[in-house]
């Protein structure tokens, strides 16, 4: 719905406020408590129309927004070394042409909300399509400025500053006019210089106001200040940075629930995060996994992960080795490798690269098809000592040596957290060979991930299969095994048309990021 037909609506429900509170007091003569009715009746009618008119006045409010999918189950996972996002191919609009891999790139960016806090406390933000009343002109003024770094950072944020607070543009000052017209279409630059979309509904009346939240207000207020600010001769950019961006860490908030670092799951088939303390520069972190084939033996372990160029590990196990389960989680089970054999093409030509590991490290495995339940009393296990596989182990020894429990209970709770909360209610099956998929990665990891003889291209390998890993649990209905989420074309990201936002939106700054570097 359009701002004018949301104005026209709330415009007329103030009307009909005025000519009932107008109309003469027949009603009256019904006594008393049809009176009262009656002045309920019409407050509720002003109440509702001041409420519609209030939400005009916040185009970029977490109501509106279209958040990506969040992926806590990632939170504790270690993704490598980053490269620089800015080495990939680029489009006319400063697009990145996204590649495998782990991406980092520093980019100019701009406080899209008034009257909050410029940092976020330590926690993270959510990412999302820009939407509302301004966001066609906010993208336009973001996704054009890369092709105009002639443009002060600036004069880009003075220009925002107005557009949000409703200031026609012939009142802001002669650069931010400028760079208007170079960022924004003719028709664009009439809409906001006059026309219908920077015309600002009429002041809240004290009462609207005292109920609607204190951070509210501050962001009213603020516009209102910001908007009589630039109008009068002489007001300088700190002057309407004193007004709009507030120092310090804000205040905590039980909305303010999401962690630093927390990654979301982008459609078009990346994961993206974001970090920043200062409005005018957002460190984004962007990470594609290739897509990985996966084979199972008849218990349900994994016994190859593939990418696309061959490179692989397979495992085999020592079923002679009773695995090992825990009373806490009876369906997970610690499985011995009998071998582990790392496969990579040879970067630098000739013979593919290969390195085996024999009778080293466990994987956890989910009992998804009931056949590794009846195992009778337990009398060896496995456990690494030395690096040596031993079948004698205490459960005792296997805890303290080879595997963090508390942390298996954290990843599995997080991992069925994320999944209960995606588009569809998930299977046992999914949430099994989510954990599955994690505890082969984890497991294969171990065997090599201390020892000081580890080869890079062996690093290098588990990298890409642990993004490819990311990327399988983010496919909910095949989870990387069956599928084709895309047409096999990289992804495009354009910095512009995604938004940061806090999860505590009342208090902290909206965050519009472009495609110049800071």
Not at 32 to 39: D, Q, R, S, W
Not at 57 to 62: S, W
Not at 317 to 341: C, G, I, N, W
Request: proline letters at 5%; charged letters at 25%; glycine letters at 8%.
């Amino acid at each position: 719905m359009t701002f004018a037909r949301d104005f026209i609506r709330a415009a007329a429900m103030l009307v009909a406020a005025t000519a009932i509170i107008a109309a003469p007091p027949a009603a009256a003569q019904l006594g008393g408590a049809l009176n009262k009715a009656k002045k309920r009746a019409e407050q509720e009618v002003k109440d509702a129309a001041e409420t519609a008119v209030a939400k005009t006045l916040f185009p970029l409010e977490m109501e509106n927004a279209e958040f990506r999918q969040q992926s806590p189950h990632l939170d504790a996972w270690d993704f490598g070394a980053s490269g620089d996002m800015a080495s990939l191919a680029r489009t006319a609009a400063g697009g990145f042409k996204l590649e495998p891999g782990l991406w980092e790139f520093n980019a100019q960016s701009y406080c899209l909300k008034m009257g909050t806090h410029e940092r976020t406390g330590g926690r993270g933000y959510l990412t999302g399509a820009l939407t509302g009343k301004y966001a066609p002109y906010v993208t336009s003024i973001l996704q054009n400025s890369y092709a105009h770094p002639d443009i002060e950072q600036r004069d880009i944020q003075v220009l925002l500053w107005g557009v949000l607070s409703g200031l026609e543009l012939k009142h802001v000052v002669q650069k931010s006019q400028t760079a208007a017209r170079a960022l924004l279409s003719p028709e664009q630059y009439l809409a906001l210089d006059g026309g219908a979309a920077s015309w600002v509904p009429p002041e809240l009346s004290s009462r609207a106001l005292r109920k609607m939240p204190r951070s509210a207000q501050r962001a009213l207020n603020a516009r209102d200040r910001l908007r009589s600010a630039a109008r009068r001769p002489g007001t300088t950019y700190e002057d309407l940075e004193q007004i709009a961006v507030l120092g310090g860490d804000p205040p905590r908030s039980a909305d303010d629930s999401v962690p630093g670092g927390r990654w979301s799951w982008h459609p078009d088939g990346y994961h993206i995060r974001y970090f920043s303390d200062s409005y005018r520069e957002t460190r984004i972190q962007i990470m594609v996994g290739e897509k990985v084939s996966v084979a199972r033996d008849e218990l349900g372990r994994v016994v190859e992960m593939m990418l696309p160029d061959g490179a692989y590990i397979r495992a085999s196990y020592r079923d002679d080795v009773e695995p090992y389960r825990l009373k806490k989680f009876p369906k997970l089970a610690a499985y011995a490798f009998a071998s582990v054999e790392y496969g990579a093409p040879n970067p630098a030509g000739g013979a593919f690269l290969t390195q085996r590991y024999v009778d080293q490290g466990f994987t956890w495995v989910t009992d998804r098809i009931g056949k590794r339940t009846e195992t009778g009393k337990l009398k060896r296990y496995a456990a690494l000592e030395n690096s040596a596989l031993r079948t004698d182990a205490s459960p005792l020894v296997l805890a303290q040596r080879t595997f963090d429990f508390s942390g298996a209970r954290d990843r599995a709770e997080s991992v069925r957290s994320h999944y209960d909360e995606a588009v569809r209610p998930i299977s046992d099956a999914d949430f099994d060979r989510a954990m599955d998929l994690d505890h082969y990665g984890e497991g294969a990891r171990t065997i090599t991930g201390d020892t000081g003889d580890r080869l890079d291209w062996i690093a290098a390998t588990h990298e890409r299969l642990i993004r490819a890993l990311a990327r399988a649990t983010e496919m909910i209905d095949g989870l990387g095994e069956s599928g084709d989420d895309s047409d096999g074309a990289a992804p495009l990201f354009d910095p512009s048309v995604e938004v940061g936002y806090p999860a505590d939106t009342a208090h902290v700054q909206t965050r519009g990021t472009t495609a110049r570097s800071f």
